[in-house]
């Protein structure tokens, strides 16, 4: 009740919105099962985000059935928002997936090969991110990848493979 | 007497192929010809090396397209006389 409380539940007509959207943070909480200063941290910037009004487009973006979570490569993505909970100084990093000009999976970091395979998220000036981890490609991590891309061939980014 | 004893995962790369379109990442790319080796270490002193993986890398995403042990060592030996020019 005192979570109710402090998103505002009861004050206004929008209320349904607001129960939606502390549900939907709840659930994202549970879902990532991360402990400790992590978690005050998710649970501060979603507080924040709630406050701006920025959090419902978030649950507007999830609540379609195509959403995925993957708790093992602590990344969740809609339509067009990916979210990537690696990110431990930040609580959580958004991306725009309208943005994400190509798609592939990368193990170049800094110009070295590394052991770790990532989802590489590339805008059209070449700028690239790194996220979702794995030790060795999974037929999830690939249906990751191969959802992205479909994601930002519809966006109108980058044709091949 | 401890025996220290370890392991380490190392991409050994061999020299440049040339440039390329790579299929995983779209990038023009130098390609390199690199092995992945699972090293084994006694006193930190590499004494074993174990192939994971051989052929050739894209030097913009690190995907490497596989090649067989022959395939592999003639391409090596043209990459080594074309250093050795």
Same mark, same amino acid.
């Given at each position: 009740m005192a979570f109710f409380a402090l998103l505002g539940?009861?004050?206004? &007509?929008g209320d349904v919105y607001l129960l939606a959207a502390g549900i939907f943070a709840f659930v994202a909480i549970l879902m990532f099962g991360t402990a400790g200063t992590k978690k005050k941290r998710i649970k501060a910037q979603l507080r924040e985000m709630e406050e701006e009004g920025s959090l419902q487009i978030l649950y507007n973006d999830f609540s379609y059935t195509g959403a995925k979570f993957s708790k093992k490569y602590q990344v969740a993505y809609g339509r067009r928002y990916l979210l990537d909970f690696a990110a431990a100084k930040e609580g959580f990093r958004i991306m725009d997936?309208? &943005?994400?000009h190509n798609v592939f999976r990368c193990n170049m970091v800094d110009g070295e090969p590394q052991e770790t395979i990532y989802i590489a998220l590339e805008t059209a000036d070449g700028s690239r991110t790194l996220v979702g981890s794995a030790a060795k490609m999974t037929e999830e991590f690939s249906g990751m990848i191969a959802n992205l891309k479909q994601i930002t061939r519809l966006n109108g980014g980058a044709q091949w493979q | 007497m401890a025996v220290v004893h370890g392991q380490k995962m190392v991409f050994k790369r061999e020299g440049h192929v040339g440039r390329g379109i790579c299929k995983n990442c779209g990038h023009d790319a130098y390609m390199t010809l690199c092995r992945h080796l699972n090293q084994g270490t006694l006193f930190w002193i590499p004494v074993v090396n174990i192939e994971k993986e051989r052929g050739i890398m894209c030097e913009s995403c690190g995907y490497i397209y596989p090649m067989d042990r022959q395939e592999y060592k003639e391409a090596r030996d043209k990459v080594k006389k074309g250093i050795d020019k």
């Open positions: 539940i009861g004050d206004s &007509e997936l309208q &943005e994400i | -």
